[in-house]
């Protein structure tokens, strides 16, 4: 089995930071890219930012400048730095991996979601 588990969410003032990170683990023979999704009430999961095994990123126009991701290998975490929140980045944020188990299986998994709430 694999899991991903998410921590650092919470309620911020708008301008604020959060560090949001998601650790992944169980029977991992490698793990491909990891990214960030949200979604916030009434709309659709949108993708924030992803990051390949290798390092490169991409991000959403909404949170370019704003959001830096970044992952650790040898701990199997992704994290997503977000500076100068606004209210409209208020969302439940998900964790998403492509993980080839130690079955030599490929499959996407997604964490439990973590609530980011920005005030105004």
């Known amino acids: 089995q694999v899991q991903l588990v998410e921590s650092g969410g919470g309620l911020v003032q708008a301008g604020g930071s959060l560090r949001l990170s998601c650790a992944a683990s169980?029977?991992?023979?490698?793990?491909?890219?990891m990214g960030w999704y949200r979604q916030a009430p009434g709309k659709q999961r949108e993708l924030v930012a992803a990051?390949?095994?290798?390092?490169?990123?991409r991000y959403a126009d909404s949170v370019k400048g704003r959001f830096t991701i970044s992952r650790d290998n040898a701990k199997n975490t992704v994290y997503l730095q977000m500076n100068s929140l606004k209210p409209e980045d208020t969302a439940v944020y998900y964790c998403?991996?492509?993980?080839?188990?130690?079955?030599?299986?490929?499959?996407?998994?997604w964490g439990q979601g973590t609530q980011v709430t920005v005030s105004s």
């Open positions: 998403n991996a492509y993980i080839t188990n130690d079955g030599r299986r490929l499959k996407d998994y």
């Open positions: 169980g029977s991992i023979f490698s793990i491909n890219a």
């Open positions: 990051i390949t095994s290798g390092g490169n990123s």
